[in-house]
């Protein structure tokens, strides 16, 4: 199956100097984004703190986004959270603003469970949700988790409930992975989560990339899986490898925030929430490196 490949960004959530949420540079950020030529956003994932957010926050941030224009249907935010009524309040939440899909964590404080008991705690998302627009992308992170989300689990998920769960984003940066997913379910959407690995993604037949740095990099990683196939691809892709490669050797959060704060020449984007810390000046030179390879202005 050959899809036309996507970009969505799993935005950064700007902090106020209280640590609050700073809704308005949230919104003016994710326009940004947007702006770059991405297909949409996927907040309320690793990228943007959401687990350091409580779910209150990340609705009233969702509302703001859609509120302020931003097409829901552009819109993956995450929703798996640990507790079982949370993840349901906030899935519930996204499905009835009209929002694209739910890019869900499984629940992951437990470790060593079942796929059988992952299956029931899915079903009981969807049964308390209870509306047939919801769709499912599954989270697949177990480095940060320690709950994979398995070929089997997968199949049966897709056999009990079929046309909710549509795709997955896999961020094990295990490449075979990827690969056995499409393969084994070319119907779903199968994101990568770096595009150092979007031409091998593609002609498997996935769906594209979500990945921190978009953040930063949008613009090129689009032109990217535009050019995919022809001659500019080697060039572009060069470009696009040293911007990961920079942010690879660096405190990735606290990065790609201090990056995005010299974007818009403002401070208050680097501000992170603890446990992070706001990245040291040391780092300066690597980030305005990135910035500029990004830009199109590095010599």
């Known amino acids: 199956m050959t899809r036309t490949p996507k970009l969505y960004v799993p935005a950064i959530t700007p902090f106020a100097a209280?640590?609050?949420?700073?809704?308005?540079?949230?919104?003016a950020n994710s326009k940004a984004l947007l702006e770059d030529g991405a297909d949409g956003l996927a907040p309320f994932g690793t990228t943007s703190e959401a687990n350091s957010m409580s779910v209150g926050e990340r609705i009233d941030a969702l509302d703001a986004l859609i509120?302020?224009?931003?097409?829901?249907?552009?819109l993956m935010p995450g929703t798996g959270c640990v507790a079982l009524s949370d993840t349901i309040a906030l899935t519930r939440h996204a499905t009835e603003r009209g929002c694209l899909g739910t890019l869900m964590l499984p629940p992951f404080?437990?470790?060593g469970v079942t796929d059988q008991g992952l299956v029931d705690s899915y079903s009981a998302i969807i049964d308390a949700v209870g509306d047939s627009r919801l769709r499912i992308y599954l989270y697949h992170i177990p480095q940060m988790?320690?709950?994979?989300?398995?070929?089997?689990?997968?199949?049966?998920?897709?056999?009990?409930?079929?046309?909710?769960f549509v795709g997955l984003k896999d961020s094990s940066?295990?490449?075979?992975?990827?690969?056995?997913?499409?393969?084994?379910?070319?119907?779903?959407?199968?994101?990568?989560?770096?595009?150092?690995?979007?031409?091998?993604?593609?002609?498997?037949?996935?769906?594209?990339?979500i990945s921190a740095s978009a953040n930063v990099n949008a613009r090129n990683i689009v032109a990217l899986m535009r050019a995919l196939g022809t001659p500019e691809e080697a060039q572009i892709a060069t470009g696009v490898a040293a911007v990961r490669k920079?942010?690879?050797?660096?405190?990735?959060?606290?990065?790609?925030?201090?990056?995005?704060?010299?974007?818009?020449?403002?401070?208050?984007?680097?501000?992170?929430?603890?446990?992070?810390?706001?990245?040291?000046?040391?780092?300066?030179e690597a980030v305005a490196r990135a910035v500029a390879i990004a830009q199109g202005k590095a010599e």
């Not at 398995?150 to 409930?161: A, Q």
């Open 67 to 74: 509120d302020s224009g931003i097409d829901p249907q552009r």
């Open 145 to 164: 988790t320690g709950v994979p989300i398995t070929l089997g689990l997968i199949e049966m998920l897709l056999k009990k409930h079929p046309g909710i």
């Open 173 to 209: 940066g295990n490449w075979d992975n990827t690969r056995s997913v499409i393969e084994a379910f070319p119907e779903l959407e199968s994101y990568s989560a770096s595009e150092a690995l979007i031409p091998q993604n593609v002609a498997a037949g996935g769906a594209g990339c």
């Open 109 to 111: 404080y437990y470790k």
């Open 18 to 27: 209280d640590l609050s949420v700073d809704v308005t540079r949230f919104v």
């Open 246 to 284: 920079i942010f690879e050797s660096l405190p990735l959060i606290p990065a790609i925030k201090a990056a995005t704060a010299l974007r818009h020449g403002d401070e208050a984007y680097a501000t992170v929430r603890p446990p992070f810390e706001r990245l040291g000046t040391e780092h300066n």
